[in-house]
Structure formats: C-alpha cells, structure tokens
C-alpha cells in the first residue's frame, strides 16, 4: 500500500505560480509512477502531468503545458507540481496519484492507470 499527501494548495490570483507537493509513505520501494490530475466543479476529473520512476519520462496535458513542470525527489517520496501563468480555470481540486510498473520509464495518463490517490489540494484562482 501507498498513501499520498498533497499540499501547496491555496488561493491565488491570475497569472500567479503556485507549486505542489505530494509525498508518497509506506510501500515506496519499487518502480512507481506518479502523476497530477484535477477535478473542477461540474467537471470529470482530468489528466494534468505525469512522471515516471526514474524521472526519465514525463507528459502533460496540453492545457498545462508550457506552464507547469513536474519533478520528483525520490530520495523523499515526493513529487512536485510547478504551476504557472496561472489562469481561472485552473482552479480545481488537484490530485496526486500513483502506481508501479515493471518500467522505469513508464508513465500514465488515464485515471485508471493509477491505484494510489491522494485526498486532494484545492486550487483556486482568481481574476
């Protein structure tokens, strides 16, 4: 089992940055990949970014990229979430997520590519 725990989440104006953490505790040991999603009000939970064990291969949805960089420490289970430019519809609940796979340069971009969530950090930005 893993558990995960975000935070960095807040209130933040418009063309603001914000960065997420997200630290992995128990069964850390292992090729497992991590990533980001969010879920808005009304909305699906959607795919922000995603980086494997190593660190080696890394994707983003389209709406973030060239605004957010996700990184990870495994020296200390954790992964980070730079957002910014910041926009309104950023705002949403962000989650952390995380599965192992046999490859190190593995990533995921579908919910169900991923067994371990976090609770979530709201994100909220205003105009």
């Known amino acids: 089992q893993v558990q995960l725990a975000e935070s960095g989440g807040g209130l933040v104006q418009a063309g603001g940055s914000l960065r997420l953490s997200c630290t992995a505790s128990?069964?850390?040991?292992?090729?497992?990949?991590m990533g980001w999603f969010r879920q808005a009000p009304g909305k699906e939970r959607e795919f922000v970014a995603a980086?494997?064990?190593?660190?080696?291969?890394?994707n983003y949805a389209d709406s973030v990229k060239g605004r957010c960089t996700i990184s990870r420490d495994n020296a200390k289970n954790t992964v980070y979430l730079h957002l910014n430019s910041l926009k309104p519809e950023d705002t949403a609940v962000y989650y952390c997520?995380?599965?192992?796979?046999?490859?190190?340069?593995?990533?995921?971009?579908?919910?169900?590519?991923?067994?371990?969530w976090g609770q979530g950090a709201q994100v909220t930005v205003s105009s």
């Open positions: 128990g069964r850390t040991s292992g090729r497992f990949y």
């Open positions: 997520a995380a599965d192992y796979s046999g490859s190190s340069y593995y990533t995921g971009s579908e919910i169900n590519e991923y067994e371990y």
């Open positions: 980086i494997s064990s190593s660190g080696g291969n890394i």
